[in-house]
T-cell receptor, first 114, second 113 residues
Framework: DGGITQSPKYLFRKEGQNVTLSCEQNLNHDAMYWYRQDPGQGLRLIYYSQIVNDFQKGDIAEGYSVSREKKESFPLTVTSAQKNPTAFYLC?????????????FGPGTRLTVT | GQNIDQPTEMTATEGAIVQINCTYQTSGFNGLFWYQQHAGEAPTFLSYNVLDGLEEKGRFSSFLSRSKGYSYLLLKELQMKDSASYLCAVSSDRGSTLGRLYFGRGTQLTVWP
């Protein structure tokens, strides 16, 4: 079955620690995206990648970093510089950026930092 | 900049019809998406409009007027399982942001028996 996997579903960390969220897709999609969702807010774009070894900042990239070494994988690191890291993180992919293909979402990772 | 506006909450009863509106002001436009999101789950695709008019898909329909910067999602014969957040998203047609989606805050729909 093709799809997007994110792991783990729930993640707990202490303040000051970096944490990496995993996102893998086997849909052969070129474009991948990371969003953050807070209560009462829509999805806000953190980073996106249109092709391997290339990525762009979204609207709220500060305190986050990404890599795109493989087409299938787009991990997100939440660094200690991110002031309010507790949130629901969603990864998505689409067939090709620049065209209007729908984005498919993973199940999300709920990160809690205390 | 991008501004996408939709109501925060709506309620309706089972079997009824509900219309969720979305207005947008964006610097570029290349289509509008509607997604459904149940609490704690991933958004799932409902519809896509790029030309003016109505797109019908079963109990769900979506309408677009590009000149007015306006769309709505129409849900008929409401069921309890339709209780969810409905997200309006606009696709950009500009430069390096081509294909990016800009999301509204979502409309939380509650369906009562």
């Amino acid at each position: 079955d093709g799809g997007i996997t994110q792991s783990p579903k729930y993640l707990f960390r202490k303040e000051g620690q970096n944490v990496t969220l995993s996102c893998e897709q086997n849909l052969n999609h070129d474009a991948m995206y990371w969003y953050r969702q807070d209560p009462g807010q829509g999805l806000r774009l953190i980073y996106y990648s249109q092709i391997v070894n290339d990525f762009q900042k979204g609207d709220i990239a500060e305190g986050y970093s990404v890599s795109r070494e493989k087409k299938e994988s787009f991990p997100l690191t939440v660094t200690s510089a991110q002031k309010n890291p507790t949130a629901f993180y969603l990864c998505a992919s689409s067939r090709a950026s620049g065209r209007n293909y729908e984005q498919y979402f993973g199940p999300g990772t709920r990160l809690t930092v205390t | 900049g991008q501004n996408i506006d939709q109501p925060t909450e709506m309620t309706a009863t089972e079997g009824a019809i509900v219309q969720i509106n979305c207005t947008y002001q964006t610097s570029g436009f290349n289509g509008l998406f509607w997604y459904q999101q149940h609490a704690g789950e991933a958004p799932t695709f409902l519809s896509y409009n790029v030309l003016d008019g109505l797109e019908e898909k079963g109990r769900f329909s979506s309408f677009l007027s590009r000149s007015k910067g306006y769309s709505y999602l129409l849900l008929k014969e409401l069921q309890m399982k339709d209780s969810a957040s409905y997200l309006c998203a606009v696709s950009s047609d500009r430069g390096s942001t081509l294909g990016r989606l800009y999301f509204g805050r979502g409309t939380q729909l509650t369906v009562w028996p």
